[in-house]
């Protein structure tokens, strides 16, 4: 079974701050790499896909992809307390481009 | 927003019941998929379809069955619900571009199975 591994958290910054997430993946076949954020009793909604080692930057969101390492993480700037919400990390499986498997999610709350 | 509809939104049943959960898209993509989320298991794959009648087991696909007559529309059943199958399921819909898949989800259905 492969397996994509997120710290459960909670994780709490301070508004302003850097929120820093970190997800790890077990199928080092994985190619396509994606970052969910869920607010609480919505559905999961795509924010940040990354494909290629190194960063991606989309506004206050930065991906970041290790391949050799099997990591993957998502930096927030500024975070918001609109930003507070659990974060999905989901990642390609079984050598299949189009199936998911997802951690269970960081829950984040930025304090005002 | 992508165009995916499921229905009903929210269902209350009995256990020994079938029960059968809509996704409707208007987006035209070729994949679609059922997950299921609980505390403390996030989000796992019970059934997914790679085309009209071409569908596959996920990683939790006991007691589920799935459908796909046409390219919109992906029923999920649940033969004989069980309290087991209380759970928020998520319908969600990709297209591979290039050699990259995106998924999209719907807003969820609340099963309770009393």
């Known amino acids: 079974q492969k397996e994509v591994e997120q710290n459960s958290g909670p994780l709490s910054v301070p508004e302003g701050a850097i929120a820093s997430l970190n997800c790890t993946y077990s199928d080092r076949v994985s190619q396509s790499f994606f970052w969910y954020r869920q607010y609480s009793g919505k559905s999961p909604e795509l924010i940040m896909s990354i494909y290629s080692n190194g960063d991606k930057e989309d506004g206050r969101f930065t991906a970041q992809l290790n391949k050799a390492s099997q990591y993957v993480s998502l930096l927030i700037r500024d975070s918001q307390p609109s930003d507070s919400a659990t974060y999905l990390c989901?990642?390609?499986?079984?050598?299949?481009?189009?199936?998911?498997?997802f951690g269970k999610g960081t829950l984040l709350t930025v304090n005002p | 927003d992508a165009g995916i509809t499921q229905s009903p939104r929210h269902k209350v049943t009995e256990t020994g019941t079938p029960v059968t959960l809509r996704c409707h898209q208007t987006?035209?993509?070729?994949?679609m998929y059922w997950y299921r989320q609980d505390p403390g298991h996030g989000l796992r794959l019970i059934h997914y379809?790679?085309?009209?009648?071409?569908?596959d087991k996920g990683e939790v696909s006991d007691g589920y069955s799935v459908s796909r007559s046409k390219t919109e529309d992906f029923l999920l059943t649940l033969e004989s619900a069980t309290s087991s199958q209380t759970s928020v399921y998520f319908c969600?819909?990709?297209?591979?571009?290039?050699?990259?898949?995106?998924?999209?989800f719907g807003q969820g259905t609340r099963l309770t199975v009393v």
């Open positions: 989901a990642v390609n499986s079984g050598g299949s481009n189009y199936k998911l498997t």
């Open positions: 969600a819909i990709s297209e591979s571009w290039g050699g990259t898949t995106e998924a999209f």
């Open positions: 987006e035209n993509h070729r994949y």
């Open positions: 379809s790679y085309g009209v009648k071409d569908t």
